[in-house]
């Protein structure tokens, strides 16, 4: 979404004359890379003078108070890089970022840096692609009437909910489009810093849900409701024009004494509408009618597990699957809800169990998971958890780090720029502190978020 501007500049130290050694650390005791004079990473090259080229912390702010204007050339050294879920890792490796691309990635004996490129020493960290969060909404407040706040606001919004937390691309998958668009056009011109931004816009509902009514009102926004499939079949492409990236349906909404489900015709041509303009369509779901409304509809995504529901059967989950229906499974909501709702712990227990209980099949089924966590609904930014509650359904590192990064550029039409590292693909990666592949709770312990080859976020 970002471009370089031409009309800004940014002063950031290529690297100072010095005698340090690697391993040393600079007065500030950041990590400092050492340099041979002949350009290349490592002990070689004739000449006995050294240049020490050091990104610390301080350089780091500097990047990011350039926003997009920064040039996205960088050099992530001696890391553990996991190029993809599938394949092997590089202990000790490199990657080269030039003009926001992958230059090259290898051990880092084989990957020669070039002479005043700004270096990161990253021994210790683990590089992973950019994480994707395939279900987020861009409605707090400080992200509301985007055209009133200033850039620091929308970006330090931005960092709090999403590139603290590693990611790279999301998902808004129920915003006001109008005001999502102004928020990308502001990070396009390099004003405000952020991850990739798709979206729906607003959603496609019978009825407002009752728990968003207020929200709407209290906020000022206005969001329509369909009456008829005629209506939702025109509204569809009028949407899509306008910048929507894909179309969410609520098949099912919670209202005050019940939960609504929408028709299957309106339904069936709100889908075939989008699928027409080759946009995916995300579904709300509440419980089975809602399940049973996005299947026979032709839905590509589930928004949600659903544990109002029942145990989900292995002939469901045979139809998700022949559908090629994505699942995105947020499980940390049910907790956030099940607190709100003042359940008993026993009560909020078995409702999770429900819900684990449903991804473990769908898992398992070899159905294809992604990433998300409602966050902009909710406000528990911190992923932890739901790492945790992915890993207790069991999915593997694998598993989890491909509903992070090559299931969603896959099904998000990205997969020839997005999801893994390799040399040409688009930069966009994240450097973890700790090893996911031991624990999962490490996929939130994010050092740095970089996009497109410019530093997002840098944890102080």
Known sequence: MASDSPNTTCAVSRGTRGSHDAGETDRMGIPVVVRSHSGDYGEGGASPVRTRFVLP????WALLGCGGT??????????KIYLSPTEQPIEHGSILVRNGRIDAVGPSATVRIPRGTPTVDCTGLIIT???????????????????????EQLSAQL????THWGFTSVFDIASVLENTNIIRRR???????????????????????????????TNHIA??????KEQAATRVPQ????????IKIFASSIERDEILTMPLDMATSIVGEAHAAHKLVFAHVSNDEGNEVAMQSGVDILAHTTPSGSVWSDTFVKRLNATHTAVIPTLTLWDVEAKKDGASSEV??????KAIQQLRRFSESGGEVLFGTDVGYIERFDTTEEFALMSRAGLSFQQILASLTTNPAQRFGAASRLGRIGRGMEADLTVLSADPAQEARAFAKVRYTIVRGKVMYARR
């Open 159 to 162: 960092e709090e909910m999403l």
């Open 223 to 228: 969001m329509p409701e369909i009456h008829s």
């Open 239 to 246: 949407q899509i024009h306008d910048g929507a990236d894909g």
């Open 187 to 217: 990070m396009e011109s390099g004003e405000v810093r952020g991850p990739r931004i798709l979206t729906t816009g607003e959603p496609f509902w019978v009825r407002t849900p009752i728990y968003i009514r207020e929200f709407l009102d």
């Open 57 to 60: 912390f301080l350089m780091l």
């Open 348 to 353: 909020a227990e078995k409702w999770m169990d």
């Open 129 to 151: 692609a950019g994480f994707w969060n395939s279900h987020v909404h861009l409605i707090l407040p400080g992200l509301l009437h985007a055209e009133k706040l200033s850039s």
């Open 70 to 79: 920064f040039a996205s050339d960088l050099a992530l050294v001696g890391a």
